[in-house]
């Protein structure tokens, strides 16, 4: 998929845990050294062959939405680069193109984070690392306890780790078994039910008929409760919920 046009290759560490950087960094090399922007919202603060996010190419950024890893109140976010060079270029794109007050040295966008936002991330920066440590152990205690379930889980690479910016996993009839948690009280979102070649935005940029992998994960992707405020107890209650409504899955399968 790589033309002449090519500016950049965006991985996403969905769900929390790192694409293939290196391998995805020595293909960007092999043609001519195209910038690599990771797209670290959802796995800031996860390693990679013992390297933190947003330190494994080019440029590294982050989201504070309040449900990402590190989150503030509402909006806001930071981009991670050791080129000084594109790390200025960044601080004049977010004040609209300002090197200095009213002189503008390049188009920008009004990108400055407000400072309630960065006062609640500070304060939260106190904690983070126990947020980190809280979100793999309920990660690892849902894998655990849904091992051999039927519910499809994701693979966790050896040589990384995941925070869980999302804790995902695949089912057969999502609509059915969303509306049966819901009975019990548990609450599920789908993150997300369109891959990206079929949003409008790309119709005229991509084959409809391409990714199959991506079109069947995305009817198929559940996301739980993921919280490093989640309890043990609330966390049992999502987990016989589930595993109820897997055993359900499984007895009508059989019959039928």
Not at 90 to 115: F, K, L
Not at 122 to 143: D, P, S, T
């Amino acid at each position: 998929r790589i033309t002449p046009r090519t500016r950049a290759i965006m991985p996403v560490s969905l769900y929390g845990q790192w694409a293939d950087m290196d391998e995805i960094n020595a293909i960007a090399a092999r043609h001519g050294n195209i910038a690599v922007i990771e797209d670290a919202a959802q796995s800031f603060g996860a390693t990679y062959k013992g390297r933190k996010s947003c330190h494994l190419s080019t440029i590294g950024c982050t989201s504070f939405f309040p449900s990402k890893p590190l989150g503030c109140y509402g909006d806001g976010g930071a981009m991670f680069t050791d080129d000084d060079a594109l790390a200025q270029a960044c601080r004049e794109i977010r004040v609209h193109g300002q090197s200095a007050r009213y002189t503008h040295t390049r188009i920008g966008v009004g990108g400055r984070m407000d400072t309630l936002q960065c006062a609640v991330v500070l304060a939260k920066l106190e904690r983070f690392e126990w947020e980190l440590q809280r979100r793999r152990e309920i990660g690892a205690r849902y894998h655990a306890q849904l091992e051999g379930s039927g519910v499809g889980l994701l693979a966790v690479r050896p040589d990384r780790d995941s925070v869980w910016g999302q804790y995902t996993v695949l089912v057969d009839d999502r609509a059915k078994a969303q509306a049966r948690l819901a009975e019990r009280g548990v609450p599920t979102a789908v993150h997300y039910p369109k891959p990206l070649h079929h949003q409008p935005a790309y119709a005229d940029q991509c084959c409809p008929e391409c990714c199959g992998e991506s079109v069947r994960a995305a009817s198929r992707v559940m996301s739980l409760p993921m919280s490093a405020d989640l309890t043990m107890q609330q966390q049992d209650l999502v987990l016989a919920a589930l595993m109820e409504v897997a055993r359900e899955a499984r007895t009508v399968t059989a019959l039928s």
